[in-house]
């Protein structure tokens, strides 16, 4: 065996579009239960303020493969290409000796085409590579890549097709491989509107959703927020169901003990809180997403609990690779929290020699001005933090600040309360810092009261 990738773990992503943090079972939604997620939280490390930084498909997936900010890597809207030239987590896999696997939703080839086909050249590096561009329609989904290239039409709901296709490919590559282990992203469309479950699947009646407080007290928002919340409510529960079909598959080829399963979104949806809808927007609903990271053999490989930190979409892939021991690469410029998820007595040399202090903050992005329906119709910027604050900025215009403790659903905004008026300018400040430091360009106001 390879010394390089000697007692490696394998590392799974499944990541779903659109499935707010505040859905789940572990955090208490009244209109779904999630029991194979919330297991895995249980078997292992949740990160309790995940977010989003650009709660939007392109951006945040870009974010996630190269570990650069939207503004940084070029893929700033939806839909933009990614640079081909550009390395991502897979070249860093590929590198360390590991088998590398894609299977579903990309939207990183600069189209909303559901007929796209992603030239090999512009699939990240993934080793094998069988998806899509983009489609929102669940039930009718052709896929392209794969040994043969040729376009196949999925026979079932998107999730039940698509983890097949995810377990055969990997079941195929433990059997010829056994000795090289694997990093396999597993990308699913729901709970992405429309809000249309598989056939079978019980759905609530909207008259029995709990609504969140912050929905508005208006007969057409509360009236859409429920029939919108039944349905999302049981995507929901269809893709939990595909985290328990993938980790049984796992188990039946014998590798659940050696990998790690990464639960997470590309942002979440606002299903009325606010009366907004799907994402782009800087409240709660939208910015939040599930991160857990768990692995059967969790007693002996993953220091269950939960962090929480800031975890942004740059961090996510450094910590994967830190997870298998892997440096992150040069030009990321996220955090690699794999330390505090690790087991002690699994730790890797480079475990030990943690140079920086964890974030005490998290930076969010609408680059561009999105005319979208149901958006902010501007751009902005702005942070959340782990003491629980959050500030946000348009164009030369201070717009919102929360203390998140003390007002969870973000009905009390607190900008222009001058009572507050030094915890704006610190928070200010510190989102100059992270313009700044990230080589981003936003016309921030001046917030200092003429004293």
């Known amino acids: 065996m390879d010394s390089v990738t000697q007692n490696r773990p394998n590392v799974v992503w499944i990541m779903s579009d659109q499935h707010r943090a505040q859905a789940l079972g572990w955090n208490h939604d009244p209109n779904l239960s999630t029991p194979a997620i919330d297991n895995l939280a249980r078997s292992g490390v949740v990160f309790s303020n995940a977010v989003a930084g650009t709660p939007w498909c392109t951006p945040f997936r870009s974010a996630l493969l190269t570990g650069m900010y939207p503004h940084q890597n070029g893929c700033s809207s939806t839909p933009s290409r990614l640079d081909p030239r550009l390395s991502t987590v897979a070249h860093a896999f590929n590198q360390a000796g590991y088998h590398t696997a894609w299977v579903g939703k990309w939207h ?247 140079a920086s202090a964890p974030p005490q903050a998290a930076y969010l992005q609408q680059v561009p001005r999105k005319y979208h329906a149901n958006s902010v119709n501007r751009a902005w910027r702005g942070i959340v933090t782990k003491d629980g604050w959050k500030y946000i900025c348009t164009p030369d215009n201070d717009w919102l600040m929360f203390d998140l403790n003390d007002d969870p659903y973000e009905m009390n905004n607190l900008c222009y309360n001058t009572v507050y008026q030094s915890q704006k300018e610190k928070l200010h400040d510190e989102l100059v810092r992270f313009i700044a430091d990230t080589g981003d360009e936003f016309p921030l106001p001046d917030v200092r009261l003429n004293r």
């Open 108 to 354: 990183l080839a600069g189209s909303n085409s559901a007929t796209h086909h992603v030239p090999v050249d512009e699939r990240g590096g993934f080793a094998y590579w069988r998806g899509y561009e983009n489609n929102n329609k669940q039930n009718d989904v052709w896929v392209y890549g794969g040994e043969s290239e040729e376009p196949e039409r999925l026979p079932d709901y998107e999730t039940r097709s698509l983890s097949r296709v995810f377990l055969n490919h990997l079941g195929d590559h433990v059997s010829r491989k056994p000795e090289t282990p694997f990093f396999a992203v597993l990308s699913v469309q729901p709970p992405h509107s429309p809000y249309v479950p598989p056939f079978g699947r019980d759905t609530r009646s909207p008259a029995t959703v709990h609504l969140r407080p912050n929905v508005p007290v208006s007969k057409r928002v509360q009236e859409k927020a429920r029939r919108d919340i039944a349905g999302y409510a049981a995507m929901v529960e269809e893709v939990d169901s595909m985290v328990a079909d993938v980790w049984a598959g796992l188990k039946d080829l014998g590798v659940d003990r050696e990998t790690y399963i990464i639960y997470l979104s590309d942002h979440g949806d606002m299903l009325g809180s606010h009366g907004q809808w799907e994402k782009s927007s800087p409240w709660e609903e939208s910015i939040r997403i599930p991160f857990v990271v768990g692995c059967t053999g969790a007693q002996s490989h993953i220091q269950v609990g939960e962090v929480d930190h800031p975890l942004n979409h740059i961090d996510i892939a450094p910590t994967s690779l830190g997870l298998c021991g892997i440096d992150t690469p040069e030009a990321m410029v996220g955090y690699d929290f794999s330390h505090m998820i690790v087991h002690p007595k699994r730790q890797f040399p480079r475990h030990e020699e943690v």
